[in-house]
């Protein structure tokens, strides 16, 4: 009997993997590996991971941010989620929604990057008008702090696997419309 076949009806392979729980192993091996069991959601101190649509384990930045404390990783005994390599595969991006980019004052972004310690975002200053954030792509852990609290929903997340220098606002946001047909994080996924 072949097996590979038999995956078709056990899970959905359209789940981005930028949803999945930090650490997961790439591809496949991730939905082979995971078993369904929950116990990365119990182990999760923020309560980021919750039970995607197909019952796999996933990210939910809305809810929380990651603290990349690795307990996941610890409790997930068939080894679906690994501490070898990056947790993420994305980093943040700060769109043309941004109300620095409208001359609004706004640098709750970088408060809440400040209070994990990432220290990703910082405020440059612009002649005649406001700072605008800027994201340090090499400090950036995709840890997620700075998505929920934007007034504006202006940071996105964009995949590291382009492996392309961290583009401006405006690229990012072209980026992220763009991402968005691909639905890094669809809840029905």
């Known amino acids: 009997m072949d097996l590979s076949r038999r995956r078709l009806f056990k899970r959905r392979t359209t789940q981005a993997e930028s949803c999945r729980p930090p650490w997961s192993l790439q591809g496949e091996v991730f939905f082979d590996r995971c ?3 929950d116990a990365c959601l119990g182990a999760c101190p923020t309560g980021l991971l919750r039970r995607g649509g197909d019952g796999f384990p996933v990210a939910d930045f809305s809810a929380a941010a990651c603290t990349l404390c690795g307990d996941c990783a610890r409790a997930c005994t068939p080894g679906a ?6 947790p993420w595969l994305f980093m943040a991006v700060v769109g043309e ?4 980019y409208r001359r609004v004052e706004c640098r709750v972004c970088g408060d809440v990057c400040q209070v994990t310690d990432a220290d990703a975002i910082h405020f440059h200053p612009v002649l ?34 382009d492996e392309a220098p961290l583009p ?3 690229e990012g946001a072209a980026r992220a419309r763009a991402k968005s047909v691909e639905s890094l994080c669809d809840e029905s996924a």
């Not at 989620?81 to 990056?86: A, I, K, M, T, V």
């Not at 792509?137 to 934007?150: D, Q």
């Open 97 to 100: 929604a941004c109300l620095a």
């Open 35 to 37: 078993t369904r069991c």
């Open 168 to 170: 401006s606002p405006a």
């Open 81 to 86: 989620l690994s501490r070898d390599g990056d």
């Open 128 to 161: 005649g008008g406001v700072p605008r954030p800027e994201i340090d792509a090499a400090a950036c852990t995709g840890c997620g702090a700075c998505l929920a609290p934007c007034p504006t929903s202006a940071i996105t997340r964009v995949s590291r696997r």
